[in-house]
């Protein structure tokens, strides 16, 4: 899933040696899963890498709410974002993932460090859906 169409179009490309039913492309804003009905949950895990976090934190917890929903009890959400820096006002830091994921996730493992295209502060965290 993403926004922007070229994304899709080169998602697209890469699937094209696929058979359709093996996997669903769309084009669209995160912030607004709950208004896709075709989605094919519950799913077993959502990967996530880099996208959520340049969604404010207090807005993103629709997101994690959205995400548990499409999720099984025990479904994993792998999710990989950046820490806000100076130069960089997004993002969202370990307490961010703490707070907005609280309500529907556990934090099963989290693995700090830079990312190595930009050295950016960033993490890995591995939220287990409860269901
Ligand atoms: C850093 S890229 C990561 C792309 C992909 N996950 C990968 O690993 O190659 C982040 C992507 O998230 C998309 N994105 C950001 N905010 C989004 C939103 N609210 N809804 C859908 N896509 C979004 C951007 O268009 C961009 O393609």
Redesign the pocket.
Known sequence: ????PR?IEQAQEKLAEFPAEMFGVYC????KLHELPNLRAPYDMV??????H??PVDEAVQYAQDISSLLRPGGVWML?AHEPTEEHDFGWKLADVCQLSSGHFDLAEQLLSQDTTNGMPSGWYRLVNRG
């Open positions: 899933m993403d926004f922007v994304a669209h804003d995160v912030t990967v996530d890498i880099g996208c959520g340049g969604i990989y």
